[in-house]
Structures are given as C-alpha cells and as structure tokens.
C-alpha cells in the first residue's frame, strides 16, 4: 500500500476536490475522482450505499489522456455492507472501502488466455493465513505454518468456485496490522453475499484477468456512490 492516498468514489451529482479539471456529471468515474493509483487501469468497484451488497465492477482503460470504460459486471459485498478500510475489523463480513493495489492473482483454475498478471496455481495445501498472531498473517502459505491456526484460515482448495479466479486486492497487505482483516480478494460469486471480499460472474473473472496488463499498474477502488466517501489510505 502507499500512504496518504485519499480516494473517493461519488454520485454523478457531486464533484470532489482535487479531482479532473472540470468534469461534469456525464464524465466517466475515474475522471471524478481525486485519485486513481497513477497507472493507466483501473477497477471500480461501486456500492449504491454502505449497506449494500451487491452493485458494480467496472474496469477501465486511460488512453490519450481520458478514461473509457472497457467492461461492467454485476458485483457483490460483504454481507455487512461496506466500512472504511481504515476502521476496519476482521470478521465482520464488511468490505474495506479505498483504493489499493493488486498484488498478483490466483486460481484453482489455469490462467485465462491472455492473463498477463504473476498467477499462483492453488494447489492441495495452498492456504491464505488469517490468523492474526501468526508471522504469517495475510499471506498466501504453502503449506500452512506451525504458528497459523487451520480454523483461523482459510483453505483456498476449498472454496470452489469462488477461488477458481481471484485477484488479491492489498487492502491491510504490505504492513498487516493485526485483526484489521486478511484474505480480501476479487474473485469469482458464491451463492450470495460475501465475507468481505468483492465477488463477480466467474466470466467477467476471467475477462478482467485477461485484461489487466502489470506494466499499466491497475488499481481497485472501492466504495459508495451516495454521497462521498472519502478514505485516506494508512
């Protein structure tokens, strides 16, 4: 993560500070907002309020000094709804609002044809390390260590076919802070709402994954679009 980023994701009908010179409310999402990573892709992924659970994934390119959108599917939130990553507190079934970067990606499946992002096979003791006292917490283990309760991780074998495609998302990932949350991803639906993670149609996974180019440094930005929500990056 980078520090002192504010993000926010708004309503056609607000403008932010420090966002593009002028935009209007017909002004494509990135374009009103006052950060977008520094890189040439992006994600949104935009609840219509913090209770929601469902709403949109968009990912877009920047060409010639303008933002277009390159493809939209219905998404999915945490159960909760949706709480400022900062404030944060693991095991409330809320997903982090801000913007954060995507470390590399991850499947039980192959890599889809094009997928150009570092890609882990997951594989029968694959495991993503959530407990908070561990060495080890919020980190891809293989296999699991000493010092990292199985109950307090998970078992990335085991969720098919949410895991069958996934993007880390780096929300609490370079300096972990202990309880704040581990194992926030993109990846593939459930039956319904999630843990926190932001979930998509496993097509749109696979067109994402396909899509985003590391040379272009894509970026997730998460949050609202009722009002503002404005999320200084710790």
Request: hydrophobic share 35%; aromatic share 8%; glycine share 12%.
């Amino acid at each position: 993560m980078r520090h002192g980023v504010v993000v926010a994701l708004v309503s056609a009908s607000l403008l932010l500070l420090g966002a593009a010179p002028d935009p209007t409310e017909d002004s494509p999402l990135p374009e009103r907002m006052a950060d977008t990573g520094g890189g040439t892709q992006l994600i949104t992924a935009e609840a219509p309020g913090p209770d929601a659970t469902s709403g949109t994934v968009t990912w877009w390119d920047r060409r010639d000094g303008h933002w277009s959108k390159a493809g939209s599917a219905p998404a999915r939130f945490g159960a909760n709804g949706l709480v400022e990553g900062a404030s944060r507190t693991q095991g409330t079934n809320t997903t982090p609002t801000g913007l954060y970067d995507l470390p590399y990606a991850f499947g039980i499946q192959p890599p889809p044809t094009g997928t150009t992002a570092a890609y882990r096979r997951v594989h029968q003791d694959s495991w993503w390390c959530e407990d908070s006292v561990s060495r080890s917490y919020n980190r891809w283990t293989q296999p699991l260590p000493a010092d990292c309760r199985a109950s307090e991780s998970e078992h990335l074998i085991t969720y098919d076919p949410q895991y069958a495609y996934a993007f880390v998302i780096g929300f609490n990932y370079d300096e972990p802070v202990p309880g704040r949350g581990a194992g926030i991803f993109l990846h593939v639906n459930g039956r319904g709402a999630t843990a926190g993670c932001v979930s998509v149609p496993e097509d749109a996974m696979r067109r994402i994954l396909a899509w985003a180019e590391p040379g272009r440094r894509p970026h997730i930005a998460i949050g609202t679009a009722k009002g503002a929500t404005a999320i200084t990056r710790y």
